[in-house]
């Protein structure tokens, strides 16, 4: 495998159909949302949630609300990627509107995701008249899922890579993908694979949480949405140290980091607020 990473060059076009190109990194996204799919729904099977066995769950069967929430979701989930990275990289796109569309090109931001699509998520469950938080405690086990597999459309793009390294899991680096600063360099490290094993790790310990606290009849819904949210952040925290691509800083530290400390404060906080409360129950919010 890892003569394989160093021996091959990646490139972001999967295949040409006429005049339209597939892309890589679009493609396993969308491979990443039907794994997270079928990760959420082989939870909701395997524990007979649709037949209400969680007890205070509304009525409403749980496999045709997940499909539904899928669509708000994807909505939310790329609007908020697209929107968050334009700001994130605002030098670059004014004055190339354009370029704001071409989301097969990259550019998706997973804290946009995480943002958008929670948002999206929460009024969702508004509508239909669901508790987020147990939404969003199964929502959380299929996202780790989907990043797991999509993160790996930034290897073709060649992006998402660390410092110069000479590990025998190097990937080599184009060039032109190169920053000036690391020009001679060739391996580098693939800080993209790191977040995708992460990402598996992630989302094997939430879905034996939820698997755990469905057997046992835990009505304390929204805590594994909070861990999760503390597991991605203090993860990409640490990645961030690796990576070498400009990024804007934040009292001296990079964007992505501050983010990451933000919600690890702000789910860290909010669980050992909720653990001051009882009978938490699945009550909307």
């Known amino acids: ?79 908020g990627a697209r929107v968050y990275y334009v700001l994130y990289a605002w030098e670059m796109y004014r004055g190339n509107w354009f370029d704001v569309l071409k989301i097969w090109q990259g550019g998706l931001a997973i804290h946009g995701i995480m943002l958008g699509g929670f948002a999206a998520t929460y009024l969702f469950c508004r509508i239909k008249k669901q508790s987020f938080w147990f939404i969003a405690d199964f929502a959380v086990v299929g996202l780790a899922a989907a990043q797991a597999v999509g993160r790996a459309g930034n290897y073709f793009n060649q992006e998402i890579f660390g410092k110069p390294t000479s590990l025998p899991w190097g990937v080599p680096i184009d060039a032109v993908n190169r920053p000036a600063a690391f020009a001679a360099a060739e391996y580098f490290h693939p800080v993209f694979l ?32 909070l861990l999760y949210l503390v597991l991605y952040s203090a993860q990409r925290f640490l990645l961030e140290f690796l990576r070498v691509d400009y990024s804007p800083l934040i009292s001296g530290i990079r964007w992505a980091q501050a983010v990451s400390v933000a919600l690890v404060i702000f789910a860290l906080g909010l669980l050992l607020y909720r653990r001051r409360r009882k009978n938490v129950g699945l009550s909307a919010i």
């Open 1 to 79: 495998m890892f003569n394989f990473l160093q021996a091959y060059h990646p490139q972001p076009i999967l295949m040409k159909i006429g005049p339209f190109e597939v892309h890589w990194y679009g493609f396993l996204m969308v491979i990443g949302g039907l794994v997270g799919l079928v990760v959420i729904l082989s939870l909701v099977k395997r524990f007979d949630i649709e037949k209400g066995d969680v007890g205070a769950l509304r009525a409403t069967p749980l496999r045709p609300l997940f499909h539904d929430l899928l669509l708000y979701f994807v909505i939310g989930a790329v609007i």
């Open 194 to 225: 790191y977040e995708c094993l992460g990402n598996l790790a992630i989302a094997v310990i939430l879905f034996l949480i939820m698997r755990w606290r469905l057997k046992e009849g835990d009505r304390q819904t929204g805590n594994v949405f």
